[in-house]
């Protein structure tokens, strides 16, 4: 690996200032999962990394009914999926994080390294989109915010600029009868990338859908936010055919290529499957609640 | 260059390194504890898991400045005394390895898993275990093992 220099600023304050002075020579290390594997490798060749473990702000997790959940941008996977308010209210998102490579992976993981990294594949994105989170983005000059399904604009690049970085998520508290669900398809069991990966958040009002989000993951250059098929079920009841029909329109909007992993014509179908499960099962989540 | 200090199995380390150096290669090279094997060198095969904190983590994916004021535990440190840990007589006593190269990676994922589940299931060791792959047993007596382990079965 080629040389670097390593810091750990102990403030949000300090990082920022490493990072502007930095620029386009620095980036945040969250677990190093996906980073440290594409310096081995010579992808990524930052010559500063600043390590996001001892900044309290991106180690932030919380919950409360009135302002949803705050996940630091660094909190690793194994303490969100472990956390119990997260388990109750975000079964999608467990799902999500779940699904990210080992134990030894999500020890370290993060929900800010999977959405900086910037992957089409990255299974936690969808969950996040389907839930409608919001990145909170800090630089030394101020702060901004950026919806997730805004925030990757190309594979592997986003909207941070050099001298910005993610601080964390902030999910809507769940409404009375909503629930979500993320599903993504393999060909083995554990430890692969997504061919193809399906979010969805839906709201209840007795048999009626007042509020409804489907993501897609793995079908275009970004993560996407499927907002027609999403808007499609307000107003209807949850049934096989309205499910049907938005699981359409998520098709529609699907732009895959053909790879090892899978062909585009198969990635479109798989892409109406997921899409009918996810909802299918969010829909019986927020019943039961 | 750097001064890391952390603890090595219980033991105070010190040692200049610098800031690339991977934690798999401290482990093997600066510090001589070559238990822990290098497998895939992008975190899938599970040959390099160490504990880090008790958190047990693919030190081929990890910086060793990422381990500075840390406790690791590699397989050197399981031993007590030269007696081994139990999860060590059970891979032993239960045929847990054949070629012993990914051995050290499957006994700290398994001693990670003993200590925040001391009992788990059948089910329970399968999904924990899906990230350290062996190419010689079939799993089955991988599994048999950590179970008899949990069960303090011939392991005395």
Sequence with gaps: MHAITYESPKSLAQALSLLSATGEKGRLLAGGTDLLIQMRAGVRKPEQLIDAKSIPELQVLSFNSQDGLRVGAAVPCCRLIEDPAVRQHYPGLVEAAGLIGSVQIQSRCSLGGNLCNGSPAADTTPALIALGAVCHVASSKGTRTVAVEDFVVSPGRTVLQADELLVEFRIPAPKPHSADCYQRFIP?????????????????NGDTCT???????????TPLFAKEAGASLVGKPLNESTIAAAAALAQQIAVPITDMRGTAEYRKHMVGVLTRRVLTTAAERARAK | M???????NGEPVAREIPDNRLLVDFLRYDLGLTGTKEGCSVGVCG????????????????????????EVTTIEGLAEDDRLHPLQRAFIE????QCGICTPGQIMAAKALLDVNPHPSKEEIQGWMMGNLCRCTGYYKIIESIQAAAEGKGVS
């Design chain 1, 188 to 204: 083995r069991n554990e430890m692969d990338i997504a061919v193809v990966g399906v979010g969805a958040a839906v709201t209840l």
């Design chain 1, 211 to 221: 509020a409804a989000r489907i993501s897609l993951g793995a079908v275009a250059p």
């Design chain 2, 2 to 8: 750097r001064t890391l200090q952390l603890r090595v």
């Design chain 2, 47 to 70: 040959a390099c898991t160490v504990l880090l904190d008790g958190q047990p983590v693919s030190s081929c994916i990890a910086l060793a400045v990422m381990a500075d004021g840390c």
């Design chain 2, 94 to 97: 239960y045929g847990g390895f």
